[in-house]
């Protein structure tokens, strides 16, 4: 199993800014995924995220909006970047441990004004 | 491309009635299937899931049956509770396992009066 701390769990910003979204899993897992789930909408994939390699995007996101780190088999971060209304959502992290299914975290509420 | 559809909500019953919720996909290849739910503050978990024609997944007394003649995997419980008030997705993966990418239907949200 594996259990994932996303913080922060909402945040209102202004539009312009940027924010950071963390995500801690508790055991080394080699593939983390960040999914977005606009109101109202289904949960979208944005990036898979692998320890020591670029992000992969999904059509219709770009690194330079949606920059990802992910130092270590543990831990990844999402950036949003340059927010406007439109990026209001929640955020997901997800990781899949070899073998195992999927486990999600309770995601990041997101308002941008 | 692949896609799930879901039964649009939200959907409101009485305790103890039968419930379902349709799912229908649409894949290029023969997909896992997987229904999670989310419940209120909680992130999203895995109910159950099918990885080929005429699998049933169960658990918590929910089941649902991957058709492949009608592309459906519709989500039943003979006698909702109050707790099972939740949003429900509908996924479906494509892929060799490890990529683990989904793909998700809208979601439906569902409340259970007392």
């Known amino acids: 199993s594996a259990v994932i701390s996303q913080k922060p769990s909402r945040d209102i910003c202004q539009r312009g800014t940027s924010l950071t979204i963390q995500c801690q899993v508790d055991?080394?897992?080699?593939?983390m995924f960040w999914y977005r789930q606009q109101p109202g909408q289904s949960l979208t994939l944005i990036a898979t995220?692998?320890?020591?390699?670029?992000?992969?995007?999904e059509s219709g996101f770009v690194i330079d909006k949606f920059p990802i780190s992910r130092p270590n088999l543990t831990f990844s971060t999402l950036t949003v970047s340059n927010m406007s209304p439109e990026d209001s959502s929640i955020y997901l992290c997800s990781v899949a441990p070899p073998g195992e299914k999927l486990f999600f975290g309770s995601g990041t509420q997101l308002s941008v004004l | 491309g692949n896609s799930v559809t879901q039964m649009e909500g939200p959907v409101t019953l009485s305790e103890e009635a039968f419930l379902t919720i349709n799912c229908t996909y649409t894949a290029t290849g023969y997909p896992s299937l997987f229904w999670y739910v989310q419940y209120p503050g909680e992130g999203l978990q895995l109910l159950l899931k099918?990885?080929?024609?005429?699998d049933k997944g169960s658990n918590k007394g929910f089941e649902a049956t991957y058709r492949k003649e009608t592309t459906s995997f519709h989500l039943e419980k003979g006698s909702v509770q109050v707790s099972d008030s939740a949003v429900y997705f509908c996924a479906l993966r494509m892929g060799i396992q490890g990529a683990q990418k989904l793909v998700f239907g809208q979601g439906t949200r569902l409340t259970i009066n007392p």
């Open positions: 055991s080394q897992v080699t593939m």
């Open positions: 995220a692998n320890q020591g390699s670029e992000a992969t995007y």
């Open positions: 099918a990885t080929k024609a005429d």
